[in-house]
């Protein structure tokens, strides 16, 4: 049988192409957050064992729970659709474009909203031991990365399901607002992830902007992993040496009349 001809304007198309063009760690977290949204919707998983627990993080050290309360957003649903198109959408713009040549610093950022959050929920159920508020705090990073992408692209005009254009600053308040009409539940999560973009933009830009120091940076391991992975480069940690003296006319150092 002879070969079927291509159309050229295939070729890089279709959904799989375009999954395969998300770079690394949003398209990694975009497929967990789909994954388990669509197990719960078939109820192959139980999403109790996914939820922050503080109580049974200290009575069972179920410490796992710190992390897989990032991995769940809603069961298959627009709610969950909206959210991953924001991710692939604003995400992917942060770990392609700003963070190009250092996704190391796109995960940090990452890492460090999570453990913010994390902090916040546990001051939360410090304070009030019945609040479920941060229960599954997928959301939260999601607005982080949202308003984080927000202020290092802040004057672009957005246009709105084509009713209306706002300045991409406001977007992440924009959807704020919009799930608080939509549902009635005050988005206390998605504000918390504002809050903890905007304290992570001024420590990584805005304060050693204004002449402060730098006090987020990212840790060597991190960028050693990332490149053991095939993601990003390799930090180089040896220092070239540095000529001393005048070495215009420097030579090999043979004395005259040697063989």
Known sequence: MPPRPVNANEIGHGPLNWYESLPPITRAYGTVLFVTGLL?????????????LWSRIYSHFEVWRLVTNFCFCDKMSLRLVFRLIWLFTYGKTLESQTYQ??????LF??????????ATAGLSAWLFAASPLFVFNADGLIFMILYVWSRNYPDQPLSIY??????????PFFY???EFLFTGAFPWVALVGIAVGHLYYYLYDMYPAIGGPQLLVTPTFLKNLLADWGVGRRPNTRAAPVPTGFQAFH????????N
């Open 162 to 171: 084509n009713l209306f254009t706002i300045q991409s600053f406001y977007l």
């Open 176 to 178: 704020v607002a919009l």
């Open 251 to 258: 030579g090999r150092g043979r004395r005259l009349g040697a």
């Open 101 to 106: 040549f250092e996704p190391a610093d796109y």
């Open 109 to 118: 950022m990452v890492l460090f909203g999570a453990v913010c959050i994390l």
């Open 40 to 52: 719960q919707t078939f109820k192959m998983i139980r999403v109790f064992w996914l939820a922050l």
